[in-house]
Nanobody
Framework: QVQLVESGGGLVQAGGSLRLSCAASGRTFSSYIMGWFRQAPGKEREFVATINWSGRSTYYADSVKGRFTISRDNAKGTLYLQMNSLKPEDTAVYYC?????????????????WGQGTQVTVSS
């Protein structure tokens, strides 16, 4: 089992940047595929990005491709999401998630472990 804690959210103006972190504890971090999801008020949770065990393979939602970068540091047990050129439509609670097997994983139902989320608000 793994425990996940997100941080780094906040309020930023459109065009700005934020870096989210997700600290993992418990079982070996490198044994998990990791993902970022987000949920805006009144909307379903949606896929943002995922990264494989080594960090060499990634997938992104079309809406964030070219603006967001997912990365991981297995030695530190931490997942990151660098978000640049932020838009008001990026406003949501951002969650990190972990899954043991299968690649790629782009559905929320495929992930076994979730953090509590961190709020990102982008003002226009």
């Amino acid at each position: 089992q793994v425990q996940l804690v997100e941080s780094g959210g906040g309020l930023v103006q459109a065009g700005g940047s934020l870096r989210l972190s997700c600290a993992a504890s418990g079982r070996t971090f490198s044994s998990y595929i990791m993902g970022w999801f987000r949920q805006a008020p009144g909307k379903e949770r949606e896929f943002v990005a995922t990264i494989n065990w080594s960090g060499r393979s990634t997938y992104y939602a079309d809406s964030v491709k070219g603006r967001f970068t997912i990365s991981r540091d297995n030695a530190k047990g931490t997942l990151y999401l660098q978000m640049n050129s932020l838009k008001p439509e990026d406003t949501a609670v951002y969650y990190c998630a972990a899954d043991h097997s299968g690649w790629p994983r782009r559905q929320a139902t495929e992930y076994d472990y979730w953090g509590q989320g961190t709020q990102v608000t982008v003002s226009s």
